[in-house]
DNA sequence: CCTTGACACGGAGGGACCCTCCGCTACGCT
DNA sequence: AGCGTAGCGGAGGGTCCCTCCGTGTCAAGG
């Protein structure tokens, strides 16, 4: 884990492979051809977002995905809806891997989760900038799935507290933050990345004098 | 802008106030009429990086400074070069700070050093982008800057970890990083950003078992 | 003071994107 | 098979990027 990934699909959270799950919450059965262009869109987003990054011209994902401009619109209003909608599946996955560390011992537990979240992150610096942040618009369309990694890590970091691994007024918005922080770093090294982050995770175990 | 500090000029390092001892270490004495614009693009573009961050557009800070966009061009021939000639001042003095401060013990040096580094970096996302990044095109026209900021840094680095208050693996460059990552996160309160990076530069002290 | 070469100016213009709007298409229900 | 409407696609207006080149301005020598 120490070495951030490849460049494709893969990454941290086995991603499901298909994008067929998605809809989901929504009340409105999509018709046929929604639905159809939809996935292509998603698909295309996908590879695209990997390929060069969030930035990628929407234009080109809907050419990508041989719709029209407005029909990418309409499914997806903003970029970050398209982010969203993209990556959920994956960081539901990454949520749920809380779950199964709890078997370790706390900090080890936590570390590994965080590292795990790191790794992540720094194959998606897309991601990483829209899901963790607070300020602007309005409506943070990420807010459910940031909630959602919140209430998966928090039980992690009480653990670690409650074993006295982990200094007490470590908040778990002020961890996930600094790990999204340090996995958006630019650097051509993924190593210089793992170091870093081991530094700084190091100082959630750091007791006064 | 959403950040720490106040919105207008005054940041960290005392800002040298005035942007005439630009130019420097060119050979070419600029013709009167391009001095003068020169300034004036200087001018507006610290107000509107300041304003809008480093993403404003060109065309918008030519604008405001009343010059065509030929000449911004001309002068400051990518974005990167006119970031770089507005904050060259302000690192240089981040960089003299390091020498006063050694002064102080250890690692209460390297610590404030850094805060006020981190600090820095905060009103300036935009700076902070570009300044610490490795990868990206063949010349890094921040090197020089980033260089400067290194070797200012270098001696307290290795002072603390000669005083033992530093962990000896503890490499300036990742130190830095890790300072430019955790500035750069965007978040509404400017305190949760300082208990962020406190929290992590306690992991440069911590020390295994 | 005037000439004149070179330096510098400004903005038009082509390309890329963003996003909206609306006439047309084709689903799917009856 | 007919029809109401969800959904499609792309033209179009706006912004920005960056280049190119005709015109304006400086300053050194006559």
Redesign the pocket.
């Known amino acids: 884990m120490n070495s951030p990934m490849s460049a494709t699909e893969s990454s941290a959270p086995s991603a499901p492979t298909e994008t067929l799950n998605t809809e989901e919450r929504a009340g409105k059965p999509?018709?046929?051809?929604?639905k159809r262009?939809r996935d292509k869109v998603l698909a295309a987003a996908r590879e695209a977002f990997t390929e060069n990054g969030a930035s990628t011209?929407?234009?080109?994902i809907a050419r990508r995905a041989g719709?029209?401009?407005?029909?990418l619109?309409?499914?997806f209003?903003?970029?970050q809806a398209l982010l969203e909608a993209v990556y959920v599946d994956e960081v539901e996955q990454l949520a749920r891997d809380a779950g199964e560390l709890s078997a370790m011992e706390p900090w080890p537990a936590l570390e590994a989760w965080l590292v795990r979240l790191g790794a992540y992150l720094v194959t998606k610096h897309a991601l990483a900038g829209e899901l963790l942040n607070y300020v602007d618009t309005n409506a943070n369309v990420f807010a459910a799935c940031r909630d959602l990694l919140y209430a998966a890590g928090e039980p992690l970091l009480e653990r670690a507290k409650a074993a006295g691994e982990v200094r007490p007024d470590a908040e778990l918005q002020d961890v996930v933050q600094m790990v999204g922080g340090i996995a958006k770093i630019q650097n051509s090294d993924p190593d210089a990345i793992a170091r870093i982050l081991a530094m700084a995770l190091d100082g959630l175990r750091y007791k006064k004098a």
């Not at 999509?30 to 929604?34: F, I, N, S, T, Y």
């Not at 011209?57 to 080109?60: F, K, R, V």
């Open positions: 999509l018709r046929a051809d929604a262009n011209s929407l234009e080109a719709v029209g401009i407005g029909t619109y309409r499914h209003p903003t970029r």
